[in-house]
């Protein structure tokens, strides 16, 4: 079975500053990981995914994402926080071997203070 | 416009009395899934369908039933609501097994009182 922690409901930043969303899985598979973006009363959209090949992902609005293995782990950053970040955002894994089952992380809100 | 369309939005029923949601996409995608969102859990799987006629139960099945008559349309149906089904569903597609990632409808807020 695949899980998805991601450390910290609610994170807090400046304007300007770096942004960092933490995303650790487990999965019996090499995975493939996702991250998703929800602004309010708003379904889901996709940020940036890996699948195979270059570990550091770019993604829309920014964004990026390192899938490091040996942590287990597929961190979101953005080098410099804009009040339009503000939004809720989703780690998800894919495991192949499980049908199509996506499974998300409970979430991380993203404030970005003026 | 490529997109996932649900309805309704909202939705505010009384428990027992059967509900369905619609979900259509125009984007000939095979696979479909429904999701619930619930504070500090994320989305849970519903169901989740890999072509017409092909479906399969996700994390949390009990109490929900889909169909997948056409590919463009995956319905979600509540016989008996109850009060622990208050949550927002999104309906999802994708090209293949999501590994291209989804596309999310804009959700419905269903309360079961």
């Known amino acids: 079975a695949q899980s998805v922690t991601q450390l910290g409901s609610h994170v807090s930043v400046s304007e300007g500053a770096l942004v960092l969303l933490r995303c650790n899985y487990s999965s019996s598979v090499p995975p493939y990981l996702f991250w998703y973006v929800q602004y309010p009363n708003q379904g889901l959209q996709l940020l940036l995914k890996?699948?195979?090949?270059?570990?550091l992902v770019k993604g829309i609005n920014g964004f990026e994402a390192e899938f490091k293995k040996s942590e287990t782990s597929f961190h979101l950053t953005k080098p410099s926080a804009h009040m339009s970040d503000a939004a809720e955002y989703f780690c998800?894994?894919?495991?192949?071997?499980?049908?199509?089952?996506?499974?998300f992380g409970g979430g991380t809100r993203l404030m970005v203070k003026p | 416009e490529a997109q996932v369309t649900q309805n309704p939005r909202y939705l505010i029923t009384v428990t027992g009395k059967k509900l369905t949601v619609t979900c259509s996409q125009n984007m000939n995608h095979e696979y479909m899934s429904w999701y619930r969102q619930d504070p500090g859990l994320g989305l849970r799987q519903i169901y989740y369908s890999m072509n017409v006629e092909v479906t399969d139960k996700g994390d949390v099945p009990e109490g929900y039933k889909v169909s997948r008559k056409e590919k463009r349309n995956f319905p979600l149906i509540l016989e008996s609501p109850s009060p622990n089904q208050t949550s927002l569903y999104f309906c999802a597609s994708s090209l293949d097994r999501g590994n291209y990632g989804y596309t999310f409808g804009s959700g419905t807020r269903l309360t079961v009182v």
């Open positions: 890996y699948t195979t090949g270059a570990t």
């Open positions: 998800a894994v894919s495991d192949l071997g499980a049908g199509n089952m996506l499974t």
